[in-house]
């Protein structure tokens, strides 16, 4: 069993700038990748990142250039710290640990955390 935590949301400013974390308690197999996803409201959710335990990461267009996902394995721990905010950037983000064939934005697709709430305001 997986449990995972995000952290590090809150409210600011377009073009400001916030990191979030997630900490992963339990084990995580070596093919699991570590997801980024986002519900903004009233919209579908969106993949926003991901992070391969190699290091490997992908970032939708939306958000490239602008957000960076890393990871500290020894603290079991994935950032993604995310500069020059936009309010279409506002939305819940979850943290999941799902591999490849898994990665849809469903939670019965590996593990998921409860979400952490992003607010940017113009």
């Known amino acids: 069993q997986v449990v995972l935590v995000e952290s590090g949301g809150g409210s600011v400013q377009a073009g400001g700038s916030l990191t979030l974390n997630c900490t992963a308690s339990?084990?995580?197999?070596?093919?699991?990748?570590m997801v980024w996803w986002r519900q903004p409201p009233g919209n579908e959710c969106e993949l926003v990142s991901t992070?391969?335990?190699?290091?490997?990461?992908y970032y939708d267009a939306s958000v490239k250039g602008r957000f960076t996902t890393s990871q500290d394995n020894a603290k079991n721990t994935v950032y993604l710290q995310m500069n020059n905010l936009k309010p279409e950037d506002t939305a819940l983000y979850y943290c999941?640990?799902?591999?490849?064939?898994?990665?849809?934005?469903?939670?019965?697709?590996?593990?998921w955390g409860r979400g952490t709430q992003v607010t940017v305001s113009s």
């Open positions: 999941a640990a799902q591999t490849p064939s898994d990665r849809l934005c469903m939670k019965r697709f590996g593990f």
């Open positions: 992070i391969s335990r190699n290091g490997y990461t």
């Open positions: 339990g084990v995580i197999d070596d093919d699991v990748d």
